[in-house]
């Protein structure tokens, strides 16, 4: 082989890489880039539906009516404030739902709300106890001491399950320190109850706890298989010292 072939194979073996190298390069940019978009784009999305869920769950109280329910709205404002703060930090495990516990209410008034917040539906709208020590008819006085057998106003994130003397129940994890921080020590969680029931409507009372947001038999099982798994619940009533010290209302 002469030496003008020889150059002429170099040359375009050369030519070959070259024009490899180069649509290699371009596909790795193009790779690159669509990596940088699909990045770009992902959290913006997020943010977008965060921030969707949380102007929903502040127009919720009218959207639903529920003024009509009996629901306070400063215990409604409340809880929503708290639940959009426990979801800003990435603590809830169950964004879905929100309970209120309005107990501002009678015992024989139906002061329990599960609140489908993606969908927006109130769900359940029930009877509930407060603790024996609490009140008789009307909750009165809270506690977050250990025996005290009165209920502990503020924000608890739910747990898991377990079966216990009174069935399904759920743990509560309280968040407020001094107000209801001791709830997994008390073994304050959500249960059914015989004596939490419509029959007792008419009574001086409803049946009461041991401080525990006790719930009819024949819907806890429904309630607590909805909300466990860390969803937000709040339990309201207008004390003073509740109100001025809560973080979660406050800041």
């Excluded at 009509?68 to 404030?81: E, H, I, P, V, W």
């Excluded at 377990?162 to 069935?167: D, E, P, V």
């Excluded at 309630?223 to 010290?245: C, D, H, R, T, W």
């Amino acid at each position: 082989m002469n030496l003008k072939k020889k150059a002429l194979i170099v040359t375009s073996f050369i030519t070959i890489i070259s024009a490899s190298l180069v649509s290699f390069n371009a596909a790795e940019n193009n790779v690159e880039n669509n990596i940088v978009k699909t990045a770009s784009i992902k959290p913006a999305a997020k943010i977008v539906a965060v921030t969707n869920v949380a102007t929903n769950i502040a127009g919720l109280y009218d959207e639903l009516n529920l003024q009509s329910t009996g629901l306070s709205k400063q215990a409604y404002d409340f809880a929503a404030k708290g639940y959009a703060k426990l979801k800003d930090a990435h603590r809830l495990g169950n964004e879905r739902y929100l309970t209120i516990v309005d107990f501002s209410q009678s015992s024989r008034s139906k002061r329990f709300y599960l609140i489908d917040v993606i969908s927006k539906k109130l769900v359940t709208n029930t009877f509930v106890a407060h603790g024996k020590n609490t009140g008789v008819d009307k909750a009165q006085n809270f506690s977050n001491t250990p025996e005290s057998h009165k209920s502990s106003l503020g924000f608890y994130l739910t747990k898991g399950t377990y079966s216990g003397k009174h069935g399904l129940s759920l743990k509560l994890s309280g968040l407020e320190k001094g107000f209801n921080d001791n709830a997994e020590a008390r073994a304050i969680v959500v249960h059914g109850a015989d004596y939490v029931n419509a029959g007792r409507v008419k009574s001086a009372y409803m049946g009461r706890s041991q401080g525990c947001p006790a719930l009819p038999n024949e819907l806890s099982s429904e309630v607590i298989n909805k909300i466990k798994n860390g969803s937000a619940m709040f339990l309201y009533y207008p004390e003073q010292a509740y109100v001025n010290g809560s973080q979660f209302i406050n800041s």
